[in-house]
């Protein structure tokens, strides 16, 4: 996937035109021809896989440190936590320009009964199993599933704070983080 296709595709959504944005729309906003896009193979379809791959991406490159870093899982998962909230709020407005079926497409894995995708979750299941082993949080029966409810309760709840209620970042994560762990104590 070309950046400046991607990089179109994501002011796009942004503005909140991509889930209506025809193929030679997003060309358009890429500074290139839709001949030009069908060319290079540029689909939809690779679009999203490639938006989710770059979100992926960064959010593994910001949590490698948390995960490798000191302390119990408790602490770990609170440092990852607080940097999922800092994440998010740099994409809100991405994040609430993406449609339904985008952000599904993005985060889910495909079928009925999903679960967001270990992309995402892989981190805390890491630390929810951390945890139970040094003691410091519960054991999850499913840790796979509870990383799902977590990221998703962490990220959409966080999300509606800031953007909804326009509370701060600083509130907005300490509540979140507040209720979320004490849910996760031993």
Known sequence: MSHDVLAAAKRLAERQ???GASMADIAREAGITRVTLYRRGE????????LRDELAREERERLLPVLAGEG????RLTAAFEAICAITDERSDLLTGL???TLNAIYHDPGDDSLTRSEFTAPIVRL????AL????R???DPEETATVLYVQVTETYLHLR???RWSATRSTSAVLDLTLHGLLP
């Open 17 to 19: 035109e991509l889930a």
């Open 43 to 50: 689909t939809r379809t690779a679009i999203l896989v490639a």
């Open 72 to 75: 119990d899982a408790r602490a």
């Open 99 to 101: 449609d339904d079926p």
């Open 128 to 131: 929810l199993r951390d945890g």
């Open 134 to 137: 040094d003691g410091s949080l």
């Open 139 to 141: 054991v999850f029966a």
């Open 163 to 165: 953007r909804e209620h």
